[in-house]
């Protein structure tokens, strides 16, 4: 008896409880986790047959690349012609994806995903549906394998090899370890006592300057949230002071002494709702230029009762601005760095470039992860005075 077919019909309807849309991760206590095993071991078992009703598909791989949350990311691209769709009255896509590591001790990690697609007029063209998803692994070689399945039960499978290299940072994943994607999932300071305190300055705009903007995307929400979080974490301080602030409207969006999870979930959310179409009437009456935004904020950071052992600017560049005044000399600041991230190697000088600089601290150009983990190295090695330390 012939049982795939019930199965992958099984599962498609597992996979529509699961996960209404988007990608989730089915861990061993899911009622749906022994479906999903015996579908990989029947589908990808040596001497499978080829599905009979194929889904037109382009799978491709997405090689591993390290993020700014000093984790490699991998993961595929899914092309579909729309025209195979045309004529049901509801289209759906299910998608199961394994991956195994070849390190001793870890195991497979199962995705599940699922999208209703829209209805579709008579004539799509050449229109093509495309989705990409993927995971976090530490280093090692993966087999990764994925299946596609439509309501139509038609299906579109693929598999390759996956391999992640030292990449000169320090990555935040065991060898052969796989996490789903997300930054929400950062769990708070470390539990130390002498760590010391730091206060980091976010500048929260987008990284590449657009013409019309309203809200941060995706891309630029996620890298200034991993990137808070790798200082954090790598840094080894017990406390933090964070700031987070814009520019264009010279505004502070977010502010929390005693940084923790519950205040990192307050500021992902502000970061989601925050409109950057509008400026406050109260900001253009009041004036100012960049210059003057950074040093008030600097002037009130010096008034705060539990002082910090270092100030870091981090976040998207800014525009031009002249050399800071001398008065800042008179605030007596700490350990000052700048990491800003650029749209070319060499950096715009700032507001927070010339402040930084005018009172001896250190500038960092974030290019790539590895600049953001040297920045992290060289303020672990300033605050702690040990040159030889890193993260």
Known sequence: ????????????????????????????????????????????EPGATAPQNKLKCSLQQIPPRVTFNFRFFTGFFVSLPVQQFVGRDKNSIAMVMRATPDTPGQQPAYFVYRNDLPELPKDVGRARFEFSGGFYTGLGKYRVEIALRDSADRTCTAAWTSTARDRKVPIQLADGQIAPLGY????????????????????????????????????????LLTSLTSLLDQSKFSSARVVVFDLLGKRVLFKQDGFDRRGYRRLIDVLERTNYGTVDVKTLQQGGNDSTFIRNLLR???KETQ??????????????????LPDLKEYNLPAMFYMGFTRFQVPIEDAMYQAVRSTKGKTITVFRPVDLANGIRSLVQTTSGNSGGAP
């Open 184 to 223: 929400d999932r950062w769990t708070g300071m470390k539990n130390t006592t002498d760590g010391g305190r730091v206060t980091v300055f976010v500048h929260a705009i987008p990284l590449y300057y657009r013409r019309a903007l309203s809200k941060l995307g995706a891309f630029d929400r996620t890298t």
């Open 1 to 44: 008896m012939n049982l795939r077919p019930a199965i992958t019909t099984i599962l498609f309807h597992c996979i529509a409880v699961s996960v209404a849309s988007g990608q989730a991760l089915v861990l061993p206590g899911d009622p749906n986790f022994a479906r999903v095993e015996e579908f990989f071991r029947q589908q990808f």
């Open 307 to 324: 002082q910090s052992e270092a100030i870091v600017f981090l976040g998207a560049e800014g525009r031009p601005a002249p050399k800071a």
């Open 300 to 302: 009130d950071e010096m």
